[in-house]
T-cell receptor
Framework: DGGITQSPKYLFRKEGQNVTLSCEQNLNHDAMYWYRQDPGQGLRLIYY???????QKGDIAEGYSVSREKKESFPLTVTSAQKNPTAFYLC??????????????FGPGTRLTVL | AQSVAQPEDQVNVAEGNPLTVKCTYS??????LFWYVQYPNRGLQFLLK??????LVKGSYGFEAEFNKSQTSFHLKKPSALVSDSALYFCAVRGGGSYIPTFGRGTSLIVHP
């Protein structure tokens, strides 16, 4: 059964605490992405990675960090520097051949709430 | 820079009637256009895409979209709406040398019984 998994489904964070969201894919995709979704604001890109051991900041990277040590895994850490982290977080992956951009596959999401 | 506009925050349609969800885009070069659907508290699911070829693209669950280059539009359509089609729909564009897709803000489709 191929796809993208995210865990946990729900996560609660206390003020000043770092939390890590997991994203794993078994689709053999090179590219992986993290998005934040807030009501009425669509998807905003946090970080993306086109290849192992390399990643780039998206539009709203402040207060977040990522790693890409394995092709299958792209964890996102929400640090205490992120002042308003309550949101729905989506991980995605895609396979892109030279000059052709394909659709993204999304995980089921993690809902993060700050207590 | 590339951009996507979904001019309607919400579309209401009666079950059995045709539906249209609008999308216009701006990109330099050839566009790669996508529609996704999102049900509550779920990830996005891919519906269909335009890469090249026929302007009318058919996708999952009976949806189709028409690519119109002159109007820079890629409207999503379905001949007969179902209540179960009620969801949030996103249009996205990739291309023009930009690796990263740009998403619209989403359109909430409500199909009334």
């Amino acid at each position: 059964d191929g796809g993208i998994t995210q865990s946990p489904k729900y996560l609660f964070r206390k003020e000043g605490q770092n939390v890590t969201l997991s994203c794993e894919q078994n689709l053999n995709h090179d590219a992986m992405y993290w998005y934040r979704q807030d009501p009425g604001q669509g998807l905003r890109l946090i970080y993306y990675s086109q290849i192992v051991n390399d990643f780039q900041k998206g539009d709203i990277a402040e207060g977040y960090s990522v790693s890409r040590e394995k092709k299958e895994s792209f964890p996102l850490t929400v640090t205490s520097a992120q002042k308003n982290p309550t949101a729905f977080y989506l991980c995605a992956s895609s396979i892109d051949r030279e000059g052709v951009y394909n659709e993204q596959f999304f995980g089921p999401g993690t809902r993060l709430t700050v207590l | 820079a590339q951009s996507v506009a979904q001019p309607e925050d919400q579309v209401n349609v009666a079950e059995g009637n045709p539906l249209t969800v609008k999308c216009t885009y701006s990109v330099s070069g050839n566009p790669y256009l996508f529609w996704y659907v999102q049900y509550p508290n779920r990830g996005l699911q891919f519906l269909l895409k335009y890469i090249t070829g026929d302007n009318l693209v058919k996708g999952s669950y009976g949806f189709e979209a028409e690519f119109n280059k002159s109007q820079t539009s890629f409207h999503l359509k379905k001949p007969s709406a179902l209540v179960s089609d009620s969801a949030l729909y996103f249009c996205a564009v990739r291309g023009g040398g930009s690796y990263i897709p740009t998403f619209g803000r989403g359109t909430s489709l409500i199909v009334h019984p």
